[in-house]
């Protein structure tokens, strides 16, 4: 119990000097929105990403447009993806000063960071600086709300996925195989040692890595841990599970374990990083996907062959659609309402955000047509296959073989996708943070061993569900229900 107060104090201490350090404003008395500062103003702007050699020019051209608008000035740092949470966790726990940060529910945690105080309640601000942003995404934007008030604002994009294959094109039509009708790893099995047998220089029929492995074809939002809720079976309906526990994800392991034992699967899965490459060699037929309208395209648009999409899953809009990519302004600041006024302008400016996103016309990109460009291979500057990271990927230029209906098809994948019965619940993980910390210790001992393939997982899920419940799962597992219980009773 002293543990446990003596952190929530340090919490409480840290929110406090955090809005002593920067010093919350409120929207009344600031700036007029309608009219160009005579002050310039820098925004320091923190994202993930690998860094580009050209930033300056980019950050020169973005500054010129924008002075005549609301006179300000960028400075964009990206940092790779090793480095990020840590530097800014380290800089929101000193107090650090910074005007915005990239955020998700898993990287730069979203929700904690809300309710220890790192970022600026946006409430006060939306009628007089980011109306039109705040129009856009709509119900989105509730979604994000953390214990009634938004803290951040979402990449407005797809907002929805639906689990399935993406697969080689070529390889497909040679065989006449129909990927639309293959819905389990039962009826994909024979499919795959087909390939084995014919197309020797495949020698991956199927591939994956850790993100993508067999039991990536379950829908469920994680809470806490291990501790999930269901989407899309009705078995689990309203109800908390630890996932360790379920048949599903049993038999998922299973079937990652018989494809890795046929041979089908990479021999040294656990270790290998080259995923991705494996993919661009052609080296493998297919893999389970997270799937949009022309994912597939967008993935093999620089590959020697053609990549295509079949969907297993309904379409689901999970509980984390508001919370998947958003961007925040940092309690910090020194100038919130220059900042949301240059937030205003990413969402709703075409030029502004196609500056940010692919760089200088005639020096990082040439155009195709009006709305369609080509990045050559060795571009100084493109955040090409980052747009989902920042602002509104609806206003970004397509680029040379995307689909010109893509915008249309992702508008209306976000339309057709169902909610589930969680769709903003979010979870308070203070009162068993000390139980989180220990579960996530055994799971980053046993979650590759029971899913990745190269082992037989039920004598080990049995070992690490005797973990887990030692590491206090089953408490998490009970705080989540009675939360989850009482969400469903308001909601």
Not at 27 to 51: K, L, R, S
Request: hydrophobic residues 35%; negative net charge.
């Amino acid at each position: 119990m002293k543990k446990r107060i003596s952190a929530l104090l340090a919490v409480a201490m840290l929110g406090g000097a955090l809005a002593g350090c920067g010093g919350s404003k409120v929207a009344t008395g600031g700036e007029d929105p309608n009219t160009v500062p005579e002050d310039t103003y820098e925004i320091n702007w923190y994202m993930q990403g690998m860094p580009q050699d050209d930033v300056a020019s980019v950050e020169a051209a973005v500054n010129d447009y924008l002075k005549d608008k609301i006179n300000v000035t960028l400075k964009m740092h990206r940092l790779e993806s090793s480095q990020y949470s840590k530097q800014l966790n380290t800089m929101i726990a000193a107090g650090e000063y910074f005007d915005i940060a990239w955020t998700t529910s898993g990287v730069l945690d979203y929700t904690s960071n809300a309710r220890n105080g790192a970022w600026l309640a946006l409430d006060p601000y939306i009628d007089t600086y980011i109306p039109q942003t705040i129009e856009q995404l709509g119900e989105i934007a509730d979604n994000a709300r953390v214990d009634g008030k938004l803290y951040a604002l979402p990449t407005l994009k797809e907002m929805a996925d639906s689990r399935g294959w993406t697969y080689r094109k070529d390889i497909a039509d040679k065989y006449n195989i129909d990927m639309d009708s293959i819905k389990t790893f039962e009826q994909l099995e024979p499919v795959l040692k087909m390939v084995q047998e014919n197309e020797p220089d495949m020698q991956y029929p199927i591939d994956w890595g850790s993100d993508r492995t067999p039991a990536s074809l379950m829908k469920y939002e994680t809470v806490a841990g291990t501790a999930v809720i269901f989407y899309d079976n009705e078995k689990y309906d309203g109800k908390v599970v630890n996932l360790t526990e379920t048949p599903e994800y049993l038999d998922a392991c299973k079937w990652a374990y018989k494809l890795y034992s046929e041979g089908l699967v990479k021999r040294d899965i656990m270790t290998a990083t080259d995923f991705e490459q494996r993919l661009k060699d052609g080296k493998t037929f297919c893999y389970v996907d997270f799937l949009k309208p022309g994912k597939a395209k967008e993935t093999s648009a620089n590959y020697s062959f053609e990549l295509e999409q079949s969907t297993v899953s309904d379409v689901w809009q999970d509980n984390g659609a508001g919370t998947g990519s958003m961007i925040a302004v940092s309690r910090t600041s020194k100038n919130p309402e220059r900042v949301l006024r240059f937030i205003e302008l990413l969402y709703t400016d075409a030029t502004l955000s196609n500056l940010i996103n692919y760089g200088i016309e005639g020096k990082h990109y040439t155009k195709i047509n009006d709305n369609t460009i080509s990045i050559p291979g060795d571009t100084p500057y493109t955040l090409q296959g980052y747009q989902w990271m920042q602002g509104n990927v609806f206003l970004n230029y397509l680029t040379k073989g995307e689909d010109p209906e893509k915008v249309e098809k992702l508008k209306a994948f976000n339309a057709e996708a169902k909610k589930p019965m969680d769709y903003g619940f979010k979870f308070d993980k203070t009162p068993v943070e000390m139980e989180i910390a220990a579960v996530s210790t055994v799971m980053n001992e046993y979650r590759k061993q029971v899913s990745m393939g190269s082992m037989d997982p039920e004598p080990i899920m049995q070992e690490y569900t005797k973990k887990l419940k030692t590491a206090g799962i089953d408490k998490i597992v009970e705080e989540a229900q009675k939360q989850y219980d009482e969400f469903l009773a308001n909601k």
